[in-house]
């Protein structure tokens, strides 16, 4: 079982920047960060494996960055240029999947409690 545990979520303006953090409890190969406004389905948007190997999104592509530090087992997602799409719960999730595959995430064993992020417009 891994525990992951958020935190770094908040209010921001338009453009403005957010760095969230995801501590596990041990080490998973894939890790990812899932977002989910009201009234719609979770979604996908960065997903790192083992060897620091990253995908994200279209939609965040180039705003934001996912990495890891495996000697303090955590998971941070910088978020940058911010829009007010951007608004929502947003999720960490781990998996031990022999291959980490962006489709696979909603699949994922283990989640986090969720931290909300707000984009004033």
């Known amino acids: 079982q891994v525990q992951l545990v958020e935190s770094g979520g908040g209010t921001v303006e338009v453009g403005g920047s957010l760095r969230l953090s995801c501590r596990a409890s041990?080490?998973?190969?894939?890790m990812a960060w899932s977002r989910q406004a009201p009234g719609k389905e979770r979604e996908a948007v960065a997903l790192?494996?083992?060897?620091?190997?990253?995908s994200y999104v279209y939609s965040v592509k180039g705003r934001f960055t996912i990495s890891r530090d495996n000697a303090k087992n955590i998971v941070y997602l910088e978020m940058n240029s911010l829009k007010p799409e951007d608004t929502g719960t947003y999720y960490c999730a781990a998996d031990f999947s022999r291959l980490c595959w962006t489709s696979d995430v909603p699949k994922f064993a283990y989640w986090g409690q969720g931290t909300s992020v707000t984009v004033s417009s």
């Open positions: 790192i494996n083992g060897g620091g190997g990253a």
């Open positions: 041990g080490f998973a190969n894939c």
